[in-house]
């Protein structure tokens, strides 16, 4: 897969998380596996992603900051807030075969503030893409 069509999954998946569940999967092939390194989580099956994303105790938005990859895969920068708090930034790495997410690898963590012994050595943060602009790949 190319960027761009990487990009229009993303932004439907993401659109459609935790809305219309059943909407947000169609980029994944029926027999995708969805794993959480960190809790040492694994889902085998859109029919069991689905079924537990509807059980969410929260509601979690999502914004894409950046994609990167090529060929069959990519990894998605985000940062995601659950009911309304703080961000959380977020690294999901997505296996395509063909055009549908076959395997799926979600880490989620807290960021944390930059220690000021490292200043003089750090550079600008990226910018940020202005409104309505598409994230910087």
Known sequence: M?????????????????????VAYEIHREDAVLEFPQSGERFEGVANFRE???????KVTFELRRVRGRDDIWVAELLLRYDGGPPHHAVDILEFRGDKVA???????????????RARWRAAPPREPSAGSAPAA
Do not use: C, F
């Open 2 to 22: 190319d960027e761009q069509a990487v990009r229009v999954a993303l932004r439907h998946y993401l659109e459609h998380a935790g809305k219309d569940d059943d």
């Open 52 to 58: 537990w994303r509807r059980a969410y105790p929260a």
């Open 103 to 117: 395997y799926e690898t979600i880490y989620v963590t807290e960021g944390w503030a930059a220690p000021e012994w």
